[in-house]
Structures are given as structure tokens and as C-alpha cells.
């Protein structure tokens, strides 16, 4: 048997009488006539060659066994229709149909999170791709460009192909397990110099050379913030880290903040980045305003 091909409007009006339950239902909620929905049905199940209501015997249309399988495909295609269709309305008031994003390592996941978690339900047809890395390379993925869009910390120099927009600053802290030696108080200048120092280094040349409250001679260079914040949970060494990151370490005693007269904490200003020969789209730019509000 030969099949022939539905159209999206006797799918959806397919959908209809599945979702309300009956031809009248269905009529109202799409503004038709009773017979433009029983003649959709009809349409379909002529193109089908299936029933896919059961009308006899019953006030109400019963869906068949065929058209109750039938009814999760239907769903499928009416929703990749509706997709397309506002992806383009998207397209046509200049939204972005994907996005690029970088963000640095320093901003809390917290926030990254609620933020993206708010952009999927303001731009439901923006494809976004996330990457996460620290210091110089975020600024360097969108010099690439790799990246549309970062939410970055401080590059040396001018760096001409990049524009910058302030949008909020982590504070860093130094930290060590309770265990290590410099968790005791009264330590003496110059003592946190004794002592191995963990250190997030960077793998792009853009901050190569540049230290970030670095005051011991010894140190470990890790490429992974992660991996630093364990080590200094283990008692390996002292360093800093983000305090929101380390918030839960320190109230629950796994880390302390340590009382150092060089006071090596910092702020890490961060920067929304994107190349000077390009323009932000409204979604971009709706990103750059959230993760603002997100650090504030």
C-alpha cells in the first residue's frame, strides 16, 4: 500500500484531539469548525491507511492502538516545526543562531549555572557552546577566534583586537589545611616563603611571565583549579583560591584562611571580552548584562 504524505496541519490537528479530548475541544482551541476537524482526521487516516480514532460505540473519540503510537512521532514533528519556525523569526530580529562562549575558571559555577540556566529559557533557539579555562586562555580563545564571547580575568597589554566591558571582580584568598604550618597564628614575614606554594598557571602566552600573588620560591604550577583545590585539601601546600569556591571548606574546617602579613589575597577583576571586528547580538549581549547582575 502506498502511502501518502500528512500535512503539518492535520498533525497538529491530530494532536489537538489527543490533547482536548474531542473534536469540539479541539475545534475551539484552534479557532475551527467542528467539520474542519473531522475532515483533518479523515485526511489523515486516508493518508495513513490507519484509523487512528475509535468512534463508534463512544461520545468521545478513543485514540486506536495505532494512533496511540502514532502520537509521540506526530509530537516529534509538530515540535521540530515549531522549532524551526522560531528559530527563524529569531534569525530575522537579528538574534544569533549559536553562540561561543568562554568563561573563566575564577567565576563560581553558582553562577554560571543560574545564568546559563536563565539563557536557555530567554534564547531557546540559540545552539550555545560553553568552555571553561583559566587566566590568558580565556582571552585567547575569542583572539582566535574560537569564541564569541568571554567572561574573563587581566591580560597583559593592550591586546588591539579585543573589547572590554568591566563586569565584575572574585575575591581571591589564601588558604592551607588546618594541618599545615602556616594555619597557626603569629606567623612571621617572609615565612609563607618556606613553604610550597600552589599556583594556577596559564597556558597561553597572554599572561605568561605574570605572577598572581606569588610569594614562595617553591611552588607547584597546575593547569587545573580543581586539582589545585584538592592538593591544598590533602595538606600538600598553601595558595588562593576564589572564596566561593572554598566557602563550604572553610566553614566545614577542611580548609583555613590563612592570616599572612603579606596579605597575598587579591581581587580578580573580570572582564567581558569579544573581538573589536565584530558585534555583539542580542544574546550576547544579554549574557555580558547577566553575568554582571551574577557577580554583583
Do not use: C, F, K, N
Given at each position: 500500500m502506498k502511502l501518502g504524505e500528512p500535512t503539518i496541519d492535520q498533525l497538529r490537528i491530530f494532536l489537538a484531539v489527543a490533547e482536548h479530548g474531542s473534536f469540539g475541544g479541539a475545534a475551539k482551541a484552534m479557532g475551527r469548525a467542528v467539520s474542519a476537524i473531522s475532515y483533518g482526521i479523515a485526511q489523515l487516516e486516508a493518508q495513513l491507511g490507519l484509523a487512528l480514532y475509535a468512534r463508534e460505540g463512544s461520545r468521545r473519540p478513543v485514540l486506536t492502538a495505532a494512533g496511540a503510537g502514532l502520537l509521540a512521532e506526530a509530537r516529534g514533528i509538530a515540535d521540530g516545526v515549531d522549532a524551526l519556525l522560531a528559530k527563524a523569526r529569531s534569525l530575522h530580529a537579528g538574534q544569533e543562531p549559536s553562540l561561543t562562549l568562554v568563561v573563566d575558571v575564577m567565576v563560581p559555577g553558582e553562577v554560571t549555572a543560574q545564568v546559563l540556566g536563565a539563557f536557555?529559557?530567554?534564547f531557546p533557539t540559540c545552539a550555545l557552546t560553553l568552555r571553561i579555562e583559566g587566566l590568558g586562555a580565556v582571552a585567547a580563545c575569542v583572539i582566535d577566534g574560537g569564541s564569541?564571547?568571554?567572561?574573563?580575568?587581566?591580560?597583559?597589554?593592550?591586546?588591539?583586537?579585543?573589547?572590554?566591558?568591566a563586569v565584575g571582580a572574585i575575591e581571591l584568598i589564601p588558604v592551607a589545611a588546618p594541618s599545615h604550618p602556616l594555619a597557626?597564628?603569629?606567623i612571621a614575614p617572609g615565612e609563607s616563603r618556606r613553604h610550597l606554594q600552589l599556583?594556577?598557571?596559564?597556558?597561553?602566552?597572554?599572561?605568561?611571565g605574570r605572577e598572581f600573588s606569588v610569594l614562595s620560591?617553591?611552588?607547584?604550577r597546575l593547569g587545573d583549579l580543581g586539582a589545585k583545590h584538592a592538593l591544598l585539601k590533602e595538606g600538600l601546600g598553601w595558595g588562593n583560591m576564589p572564596?566561593?569556591?572554598?566557602?563550604?571548606?572553610?566553614?566545614s574546617g577542611a580548609l583555613v584562611e590563612l592570616d599572612l602579613p603579606e596579605k597575598p589575597g587579591a581581587?580578580?577583576?573580570?572582564?567581558?571580552?569579544?573581538?573589536?571586528?565584530t558585534r555583539l547580538g542580542?544574546?550576547?549581549?544579554w549574557l555580558v548584562d547577566a553575568f554582571r547582575e551574577g557577580l554583583a
Open positions: 536557555r529559557h530567554t564569541d564571547l568571554a567572561i574573563g580575568g587581566p591580560v597583559i597589554g593592550d591586546q588591539p583586537a579585543l573589547e572590554r566591558q597557626r597564628p603569629g599556583v594556577l598557571t596559564d597556558r597561553s602566552p597572554l599572561t605568561e620560591p617553591l611552588t607547584w572564596r566561593a569556591m572554598v566557602a563550604g571548606d572553610l566553614a581581587l580578580y577583576r573580570l572582564s567581558a571580552l569579544w573581538r573589536r571586528d542580542p544574546a550576547a549581549r
